[in-house]
């Protein structure tokens, strides 16, 4: 258990944290668009974690997805396909974030990319009414960034603009790899399982 006492800033991951999420569903929709081949092609030609970092537009994505499958893309089958990991948010991990937000100063920072942003942030508002500023401080996505975790320059970057003391910062991941990254520099970190609720692990006294 985590005492949140020892600490000003509690910087939170997204998906898997706050959003429950399920990339095998996303992987068995297109593997049923592309077949497997195919798949494992786009899978492997890094086009992925380049629209994660904002490299290009959805459009671009789109073309250079139809350049690789052959297969020209219909926008709305190709969203329920790509969203389709993005489960649902939990109610009382949305409770939970605005009492915190009355002790700490929050943060979000989230490996993610346009078009997942534009939806999970959209039924945000539509089931809570409140939007990611209203709950964080400041939001750090990859895509607007131009960088990814567990790439360092991401923490450090957050740490400078937002003149944090990284012994009185918690990060609460559920990715190991970003979690070890964050401790690099100096981070504390509570590494939670994915989907897990981040609030049974840690004490507010």
Partial sequence: MVNLNQFDTIIFDFGGVIFDIDPERTKSAFMKLYGKEKFNQVMESGLLWEFEKGEFT????????ETITGISIDEEIFLRAWNAM?????PKRIERIRLLAKSHKLLLLSNT?????????NKLMHEYGVAFTDLFSKVYLSHEMGLIKPNLEFFKQVLIEQNLNPEKTLFIEDTKENAEAASK???????????GNFYNYFILE
């Fill in 58 to 65: 959805k459009e671009q994505l789109f073309e250079k997805i």
């Fill in 86 to 90: 993005l489960v649902d948010y939990k």
């Fill in 113 to 121: 990319n346009e078009l997942h942003y534009e939806f999970f942030s």
């Fill in 185 to 195: 520099v100096g981070i504390e970190t509570l590494l939670i399982p994915r989907n």
